[in-house]
């Protein structure tokens, strides 16, 4: 069993829809999580970062962190289709010194 | 400005050669990081350097050695490249040691034939 578990997708909606992408976890030594954005033949950017439990919002993106449930969520409103990318969640422990990767969801927002 | 940048872009090489991927970060950070990330979009750590100092080393073959001549560029040297070390490489690099908040380079596209 992988440490970081995400469903690669294919995920399509159509612009406008409110997006839910989810990963769960093993490890609860877990406190750091982020959600990185990757366009097709791109690195990785950052789009949210959270500490332990709790919401964060950031414009049209929202985390959430259940630390109880090993699950986390990034909420994506009025979705654009400049949103269409693959999604990555990531954790680290405290003092763990790296990320563990889950291993994406590939996301289109049909116009 | 480029925040972290890699060279080359892309790399096409046949079975056996050595070849070399080099990042720079002009963010200030000290440490700086290597990915691979395979077909299937799994991004796998490989190394992870503090302040030119080696802090992670991920069961990688030893064919694979990093080296950081200072805390801006961190390169990648592989030797006797085999066809399963086809992948995109990544550079990240952090203002953290713990790990949190990396910043990734574009990518180097290695095809190994």
């Known amino acids: 069993q992988k440490e970081v578990e995400q469903d690669p997708g294919p995920l399509s909606v159509p612009e406008g829809a409110i997006v839910s992408l989810n990963c769960t976890y093993s490890?609860?030594?877990?406190?750091?999580f982020m959600w990185y954005r990757q366009y097709s033949r791109k690195g990785p950017e950052l789009l949210m970062y959270t500490y332990s439990s709790g919401n964060k919002e950031d414009g049209r993106f929202t985390a959430q962190v259940d630390k109880s449930s090993k699950y986390i969520s990034l909420f994506i409103r009025d979705s654009q289709p400049s949103d269409s990318a693959t999604y990555l969640c990531?954790?680290?422990?405290?003092?763990?010194?790296?990320?563990?990767f889950g291993q994406g969801t590939r996301l289109t927002i049909n116009p | 400005d480029t925040a972290v940048s890699q060279t080359p872009k892309y790399l096409v090489t046949q079975m056996g050669n050595d070849k070399s991927i080099k990042c720079e970060q002009n963010l200030g950070h000290d440490t700086m990081y290597w990915y691979k990330q395979d077909s299937k979009k799994f991004l796998k750590i490989m190394f992870s350097?503090?302040?030119?100092?080696?802090?992670i080393n991920e069961t990688v073959p030893n064919r694979f050695s990093p080296k950081s001549p200072d805390k801006a560029h961190l390169n990648l040297h592989i030797n006797s490249l085999e066809l399963g070390d086809s992948a995109v490489y990544f550079c990240?690099?952090?203002?953290?040691?713990?790990?949190?908040?990396?910043?990734f380079g574009p990518g180097t596209r290695l095809t190994v034939t």
């Open positions: 990531a954790m680290s422990g405290q003092g763990a010194q790296k990320l563990v």
């Open positions: 990240a690099s952090s203002p953290r040691t713990s790990g949190t908040e990396q910043y």
């Open positions: 490890n609860s030594a877990f406190q750091y």
């Open positions: 350097y503090n302040n030119k100092e080696l802090i």
